[in-house]
RNA sequence: GGACGGGUGGCCUAGUCUGGAUAUGGCAGCAGCCUCCUAAGCUGCAGGCCGGGGGUUCGAAUCCCCUCCCGUUCGCCA
């Protein structure tokens, strides 16, 4: 319970007994935010009108009189139709430093709800490296289940590996066929027709990605390599432990690369499921058996089988979903049907962030668990596509830029950064801390917008590291951590008397609303929520630290506590957007 | 064609679910601020028919209807 919560009971209790005592009745009314400043909460009066017979004016007036400042409420006043309550900042002031100090990093944080909370995000073939059309994928989700985390629940991170289909099967074909020649000749002609001269990255993830184009090349032209792969997916099918073993080592290797990757952006998955395992162990049979026994069932003429989802509100020429194809072999969203049991089995709320292309089969999905007689729904976090200027993502066509090497540029411009301004520092310290300021520029700038908003990826965005950026909130850490570091030794100090001036109230209420936020960010899946107040407690905190003098005369231990809680919030704000909060910068 | 999402100053963006007072910030532009805690900062100026049109309402960026533009999707693919 937040002191934002308190106030707003309190507000809601008096205005709710004056309006009994002065009107005789209390009807529905509403608590709200005011753009007017110095207004904390404000109730419009404007609905009561009609059944009272008064102007909303007169009824503001009316309640403002009969309301006695106490608690929490300083102030309640009549304006424009609005009652108007300030809230004690002398209570906000005290009640909020004293619970950063007694909380540290677990403030905003909410007590153990015992419930299990399972995201699964990212989930990329691993067929190919992580493009930043990708990215937000992995950047939503983690922020996604910290938040969920901080909220009191139990949160399990995980990635779904498609190791089966053809793709996986062709690329498994490619590393296995495919000469060290072939693949030489091919990142050289690859080179050529890009008109680019892309640098050899020694990572699984690219390393294969020619194998896999070789493949597909020769599939395409040679029949003898169409009639192996063909053979090899049969046999995949029809359950041959030697095939399904290959592939999943292939998918493996690859996995290894895209881990790699996703480290460097500080994201850590829980587990990793492998598709594979629910045809090994019989679950996605089990599946087939169940929708065939449905009323929904049906089967076409060549005997696939399909639940018809009319009835679920699917849209669409067809509303078949088809669960087996006609020589019996199960597909990707029978697998799915039966990975999404098994993770209802493990979790209480089972998230799925998703790209906005799954929204048919995500529905599809649901329909088809609804037959199956599960209980829950797994909740969808859908978002938009990231393209280039030059158009769709594509990397057959070489329009695509890769998220290492959006890792790579970012950390290279935060070098250039701190190597302009910071003369003192060593080289190793430089690397270090351009890592941080890079990669929390990346994923700032990708979780800073609203995930279903369409995004087109500009290099001077991403690489912004002024105003509403990563860096900016970094930076405000790093000065409180400067004057703190300074200042050495000193007393806490919650005094609100010695905390009077209009940007320390400001800051002292930004600091107050941290749980209220998480809450949204977690509960909510609205991540953005988060970069946006971190942004603002960064403002508030520089416009802070601009006009006061911080470490001397006679506030100094009042303004070094609030320098402190500060720091604190704003490095577990980062924290939650799993960007690092550097002391120096 | 149907379904779903987006459209907010030159560019990016918050607010839309749950209607409320002068629409949030940033970038780029202009003008200022480092004898004092890192100027990746702070202050000020300029810039808006909230895609367009109707409607509901005391009140609409927000709700309803129509319409235009952009994206996604409508496989015995994954």
């Avoid at 002031?93 to 905003?108: A, D, M, P, Q, R």
């Avoid at 500009?458 to 405000?476: C, I, M, R, T, V």
């Amino acid at each position: 319970m937040s002191i934002a919560d308190d106030f707003e009971k309190e507000v809601r209790a008096s205005v709710s007994v004056a309006l009994k005592k002065l009107y005789g009745s209390v009807p529905e009314f509403v608590t709200e935010k005011s753009p007017v400043e110095g207004v904390d909460l404000a109730v419009p009066c404007f609905p009561f009108a009609k059944a009272l017979r008064k102007s909303p004016q007169a009824i503001a007036e009316e309640l403002s009189g009969e309301i006695v400042p106490s608690g929490l409420i300083s102030s309640a006043v009549s304006a424009g139709g609005f009652l108007n309550f300030r809230i004690d900042s002398a209570m906000l002031v005290k009640n909020t430093l004293e619970e950063i100090c007694s909380k540290g990093s677990s403030y905003g944080s909410f007590p153990p709800t015992g419930m299990r909370v399972n995201v699964e995000h990212t989930s990329t073939n691993p067929t190919g490296p992580i493009h930043v059309g990708r990215a937000r994928n992995p950047v939503i989700g983690d922020t996604l289940a910290r938040c969920l985390g901080k909220c009191g629940h139990e949160v399990t991170t995980e990635y779904y590996v498609n190791d089966v289909g053809k793709q996986v099967v062709i690329l498994t074909w490619g590393v296995n066929n495919v000469t060290p020649e072939e693949v030489a000749e091919e990142i050289e002609e690859h080179a050529r027709t890009l008109g680019k001269n892309e640098k050899e990255r020694d990572k699984t993830d690219h390393r294969l990605v020619a194998n896999y184009r070789v493949a597909n090349k020769r599939m395409e032209k040679e029949p003898e390599v169409q009639n192996e792969i063909t053979s090899m997916l049969r046999r995949f099918e029809a359950g041959d432990p030697e095939v399904i073993g290959t592939v999943r080592h292939t998918a493996e290797i690859m996995l290894d690369g895209l881990r790699e990757t996703l480290s460097g952006i500080n994201v850590a998955l829980d587990r990793y499921t492998w598709e594979s395992g629910f045809i090994a162990d019989g679950s996605a049979r089990k599946v087939v058996e169940k929708l065939k026994a449905s009323e929904y069932a049906g089967k076409t003429d060549d005997g696939a089988c399909y639940v018809d989802l009319k009835s679920f509100g699917v849209q669409g020429k067809n509303t078949r979903f088809t669960f087996t194809r006609s020589d019996g072999t199960t597909l990707y969203t029978t697998r799915d049907l039966a990975y999404h049991l098994d993770k209802f089995s493990r979790a209480d709320r089972v998230i799925d962030v998703l790209g906005e292309d799954q929204k048919l089969g995500s529905k599809q999905l649901c329909s088809a668990l609804e037959i199956l007689g599960c209980e829950k729904m797994p909740e969808p976090l859908f978002y938009a596509f990231v393209s280039l200027p030059e158009g769709k993502m594509s990397t057959r066509k070489g329009v695509v830029v890769y998220l290492d090497d959006l890792i790579d540029e970012s950390v290279a411009r935060a070098y250039e950064e701190i190597k302009s301004r910071r003369k003192d520092l060593s080289e190793e310290k430089m690397r270090e801390i351009a890592r941080k300021i890079g990669v929390g520029a990346i994923r700032y700038n990708i979780v800073r917008v609203q995930p279903e908003k369409q995004f087109v990826f500009k290099w001077e965005e991403a690489l912004n590291f002024d105003g509403n950026s990563g860096p900016y909130l970094q930076y405000a850490h790093v000065r409180a951590c400067n004057i703190l570091k300074k200042a050495g030794e000193f007393t806490r100090d919650t005094d609100p008397s010695k905390l009077t001036d209009e940007l320390e109230i400001r800051l002292v209420k930004l600091l107050s609303e941290y749980g209220d936020v998480l809450r949204t960010a977690g509960n909510e899946k609205k991540v953005h929520m988060l970069p946006a107040y971190g942004h603002d407690l960064a403002t508030a905190f520089n416009q802070f630290y601009t006009i006061n003098v911080l470490n001397s005369g006679e506030f100094r231990n009042a303004r070094l506590t609030l320098v402190e809680c500060a720091r604190t919030v704003l490095a577990d704000v980062l924290n939650c957007m799993g960007m690092d909060a550097p002391e120096e910068m």
